[in-house]
């Protein structure tokens, strides 16, 4: 492993990337190409599974579909007559799907006189051409390697210019404010960018860049291979500067700077870091009106947006997964705040109503199925850990007119708000940390979180506000959390009983805990056998 490794990655990379950026064609008729690949959504999946599942002897979905009495020709047949989504539902009452537990890897796929032993690599999709190999950060894991293909940032092409045009943001210059590889999402964005024609300013980023640790070669290769090749391709893009997630001032006055010379860009940041960099313009007093953020991986709430909005700027979105890149893009004539067409040419999605312990009502658990060869992950019924509000509708935005009408709204994950023991958390959880608790002691939604850490054999739940939210009495808020998690919970009675008695809720004086790829999450779980870091 290691360098030689990082180099033939870099090699394959830097010769995907050059026919990537310079053989492509124009697209003229955006709307009639997503047509197109609409056209041929079933056609893609029959061969997808036939290649990627029933042809790979180590794919764990063929013994799944064996177990059900599903052959090729079967599930050929049920998609033909029926459609993709009848025939997923079918394969989903048969046991065919993978929970979230089964996917990471952590348990095996267990289905009545079936038992298979997994790893996440289980699922690697062996027909991708792994020409970028990055690294996903979460708050519970180390990071799990994802391989990308560059043939599959091509799929996303036509809609993301509808979606661009739709935004009237085609040619507006474009600022990250997002991490260096091995996060792979800002790459896949800015060579998006490249490939339409969007200019590319600057990147900031909350990770460092490389190369000043030896494991940190791969991801100046990565880096030096994009500027010089997407330069020479006449689409330069910047290399990596760093700005830790915390100091948001150099960014705000550069975007102040270019308000003042009534230039518009957009800024393409995590929510929590945009709300960050918003927060800390109004503080400063910087005027950075006018610009349009772009968000992505972090549930887009009203309370967030309103900090954006506040600062007298606009913001789309996107909604994605890394396990199979882009899934969604902003509606133009939207229904609610995050309303995102669904790419459902690349993916097709399934809701199940699912109960979990604590919480007052079944949420519409979606499951993803990937329709093509190039995604990351093989995905054929796979617990996402995300629900929201699905639906059909015409909007009569670019992207509804080319055929995008499957809409998915308000979309939230309740894996990240559930972890052992500690099922209180309900819906209602992001409404008390970004909304009553700033409310009732100031500070802004980014300011608040809860933090599960064990603490010698104990297992504690903090509260983690910001140290420059002014608290007097922590007992009060301690006793305020406490009340307000047993309103918002159902059977939460017992739980906060249990919290109360046994000492279990903690107040922390500190800044917000981040994950390895710069995310807050409301609930950010120390891993028991690693110290916090980063
Ligand atoms: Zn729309």
Redesign the pocket.
């Known amino acids: 492993m290691g360098l030689l490794n990082d180099v033939a990655m870099g090699w394959r990379y830097a010769s995907g990337l050059v026919p990537f950026l310079h053989d492509a064609p124009a697209i003229d008729d955006p709307a009639g190409v997503v047509q197109a690949q609409l056209a041929a959504r079933s056609e893609r999946f029959i061969d997808t599974v036939r290649r990627g599942i029933y042809a790979d002897p180590c794919s764990p979905y063929r013994p799944l579909l064996e177990h059900a009495g599903v052959s090729e020709a079967r599930l050929e047949a049920m998609v033909r007559a029926q459609g993709i989504e009848p025939a997923l539902r079918q394969l989903y009452d048969a046991g065919v799907y993978v929970t979230l537990d089964e996917f990471k890897g952590r348990t095996p796929i267990r289905r009545p006189g079936l038992e298979l032993p997994v790893t996440a690599a289980s699922f690697d999709n062996r027909l991708s051409r792994s020409q970028l190999s990055g690294v996903t950060g979460g708050s519970r894991t180390r990071g799990t390697r994802i391989a990308l293909d560059l043939e599959d940032f091509e799929s996303e092409l036509a809609s993301g210019l509808l979606w661009l045009q739709g935004a009237d943001a085609l040619h507006l210059p474009q600022v990250y404010w997002r991490p260096a590889f091995p996060s792979p999402s800002t790459i896949h964005a800015m060579l998006i960018a490249a490939r339409l024609g969007a200019p590319t300013r600057r990147w900031y980023t909350q990770t460092r860049p490389g190369p000043r640790k030896p494991g940190e070669l791969k991801g100046f290769i990565v880096h030096a291979a994009t500027f010089v090749l997407t330069a020479l391709a006449g689409h330069p893009t910047p290399y990596p500067r760093y700005l830790p997630a915390d100091q948001p001032e150099p960014l705000a006055r550069w975007l102040a700077t270019q308000t003042a010379r009534g230039e518009r860009l957009y800024v393409d940041a995590i929510v929590s870091s945009a709300v960050l960099l918003c927060q800390r313009a109004a503080e400063l007093g910087l005027d950075i009106r006018g610009h349009l953020f772009r968000t992505l991986s972090e549930p887009l709430t009203p309370a967030k947006a309103r900090v954006i909005y506040d600062a007298g700027c606009d913001v789309i979105s996107m909604y994605g997964m890394v396990d199979s890149g882009r899934l969604g893009m902003s509606?133009?004539?939207?229904n609610a705040l995050d309303d995102m067409?669904l790419l459902t040419f690349r993916d097709a999605f399934l809701q199940i109503p699912r109960q979990l312990p604590g919480w007052p009502r079944p949420v519409g658990a979606l499951y993803l199925t990937s329709l093509r060869p190039t995604a990351p992950k093989m995905l054929l019924n796979v617990e996402t850990g995300d629900y929201g509000v699905l639906s059909q509708r015409q909007?009569?935005?670019p992207?509804?007119q080319a055929g995008l009408t499957t809409h998915l709204h308000t979309i939230r994950n309740y894996e990240k708000l559930t972890s052992a023991g500690m099922h209180f958390m309900g819906a209602d959880l992001l409404d008390l940390l970004e909304v009553a608790l700033p409310t009732r002691y100031g500070g802004a939604p980014t300011d608040y979180q809860f933090v599960e850490a064990e603490e010698g054999a104990r297992t504690v739940l903090k509260l983690v506000i910001h140290p420059r939210v002014a608290i007097a009495d922590a007992g009060e808020v301690k006793a305020y959390v406490l009340r307000e998690l047993e309103k918002r919970t159902a059977g939460g009675r017992l739980m906060t009983d249990i919290w109360r008695d046994s000492d279990t809720l903690h107040i922390e004086r500190t800044q917000p805990y981040l994950t390895g790829s710069a995310k807050i999450q409301p609930l950010h779980v120390v891993p028991s056998r690693m110290k916090a870091s980063g």
């Open positions: 509606c133009g004539t939207p067409h909007c009569g935005c992207l509804g």
